[in-house]
T-cell receptor, first 119, second 114 residues
Framework: NAGVMQNPRHLVRRRGQEARLRCSPM?????VYWYRQLPEEGLKFMVY????????ESGMPKERFSAEFPKEGPSILRIQQVVRGDSAAYFC?????????????????FGQGTRLTVV | AQSVSQHNHHVILSEAASLELGCNYS??????LFWYVQYPGQHLQLLLK??????LVKGIKGFEAEFIKSKFSFNLRKPSVQWSDTAEYFC????????????FGSGTQLTVLP
């Protein structure tokens, strides 16, 4: 059972370009979470999605950032017109549907992250 | 909403010293608690977790943590650290039984001197 897969591992974009980060959750997981880790800082929650639904996007910047988790395929975090301040590590986590495996079914498993560098 | 405080931003120890990293949370209900470790340039790895039952939780690599409900704390301990424990440690919390997102502390950088 493969873990949470994120790609690419490293992404370099010029200012003004678009960045697309992909996350394939663990098999059987229907909840996806995106976090951002800025240099010298902890992980900050960005968005929580279920299939075809955004549950909580309270941590997403109001502009340029969007996320989706379609019925088929990976979850995508999209950053338009990137700026230097977007340079960070972006981590995805997934969990199973709450209740399907008891309390412990809600444990989140993390991917290896995508390190975005904006030059 | 829940929040997590890690009071020590940077801890420096010599090998074989004992370690205790503080973690306090605030939330009005029952919680699940986690400690993650991040080695330089690496992703997050789960050290240990508390869902219910025995408040003393043992994790990987000789780490343990104790959930003290009355103090809203979940401190991480290791009796004897090694140079390879040099990493950043994050405490995290979420409402129990919920699929809601984790809330992380700001992290503690541990440096172990050989």
């Amino acid at each position: 059972n493969a873990g949470v897969m994120q790609n690419p591992r490293h992404l370099v974009r010029r200012r003004g370009q678009e960045a697309r980060l992909r996350c394939s959750p663990m098999k059987g997981h229907s909840h996806v979470y995106w976090y951002r880790q800025l240099p010298e800082e902890g992980l900050k929650f960005m968005v929580y999605l279920q299939k075809e639904n955004i549950i909580d996007e309270s941590g997403m910047p109001k502009e340029r950032f969007s996320a989706e988790f379609p019925k088929e395929g990976p979850s995508i975090l999209r950053i338009q017109q990137v700026v230097r301040g977007d340079s960070a590590a972006y981590f995805c986590a997934s969990s199973a549907m709450a209740g399907s495996r008891g309390v412990e079914g809600t444990e989140a498993f993390f991917g290896q992250g995508t390190r975005l560098t904006v030059v | 909403a829940q929040s997590v405080s890690q009071h020590n931003h940077h801890v420096i120890l010599s090998e074989a010293a004992s370690l205790e990293l503080g973690c306090n949370y605030s939330y009005g209900g029952t919680v699940n608690l986690f400690w993650y470790v991040q080695y330089p340039g690496q992703h997050l790895q789960l050290l240990l977790k508390y869902f219910s039952g025995d408040p003393l939780v043992k994790g990987i690599k000789g780490f343990e943590a104790e959930f003290i409900k009355s103090k809203f704390s979940f401190n991480l301990r290791k009796p004897s650290v090694q140079w390879s424990d040099t990493a950043e440690y994050f405490c995290a919390v979420k409402p129990s039984g919920s699929a809601r997102q984790l809330t992380f502390g700001s992290g503690t950088q541990l440096t172990v001197l050989p």
